[in-house]
């Protein structure tokens, strides 16, 4: 299996640091996570539609900043610690006999938190709130069996379990409030 391997910006200071991409977004890296933040116009944005929102509740979309993207990440394994006790904090409609399975699988994504990849796209919502969906894939699929490039194209997988998942990040509350992941075949 090879690996494209990026060239890592310097991390200085613990702070996410963002480059720019051919696509118009932004590479950023931070301690424990890489990923791209998409522009606003991107036309990659309006896939998301069905995604994680129903596209009543979207407004509009904005580009977060690399500040952003640190506050998301510095609370992140923090959250998912927190959701092992409290699975509904993250998936709201999670049924009493499915707790203890939600808890082991939000476990084992903070354990593996710096082997996911991410895609960060901001939303606003019909209320006015800003989010920002945060789309995570492994690192380490392979070339051959990635026909895509995740710096320019939103990936979107079918199955793949608990290595793809999506979470979405209250910026102005500073929360996460809903966490999907893919299904197992």
């Known amino acids: 299996m090879t690996v494209r391997v990026l060239g890592l910006l310097p991390l200085v200071a613990g702070l996410a640091i963002a480059a720019p991409v051919p696509s118009g977004g932004s590479l950023v890296h931070g301690r424990g996570y890489s990923g791209v933040i998409f522009p606003a116009?991107?036309?990659?944005?309006?896939?998301?539609?069905d995604i994680i929102m129903s596209p009543s509740e979207i407004a509009g979309y904005w580009t977060p900043g690399a500040r952003d993207v640190?506050?998301?990440?510095?609370?992140?394994?923090?959250?998912?610690?927190?959701?092992?006790?409290?699975p509904e904090l993250l998936v709201p409609e999670v049924r009493p006999e499915c707790r203890a399975y939600f808890a082991c699988k939000m476990a084992w994504i903070r354990e593996h938190l710096t082997e996911f990849r991410r895609q960060y796209v901001g939303i606003v919502r019909k209320d006015g709130a800003k989010l920002i969906y945060v789309n995570c894939f492994p690192i380490s699929v392979s070339e051959e069996l990635w026909p895509t490039d995740w710096r320019s194209q939103l990936v979107q997988v079918f199955d793949g379990s608990w290595w793809f998942w999506?979470?979405?990040?209250?910026?102005?509350?500073?929360?996460?409030?809903?966490?999907?992941?893919?299904?197992?075949?």
């Open 41 to 49: 116009s991107s036309p990659e944005v309006r896939e998301l539609l």
């Open 70 to 86: 640190e506050a998301l990440e510095s609370r992140l394994g923090r959250t998912l610690r927190e959701s092992r006790k409290h």
């Open 166 to 185: 999506r979470i979405l990040y209250d910026v102005d509350r500073g929360k996460f409030i809903r966490l999907e992941t893919n299904g197992e075949a």
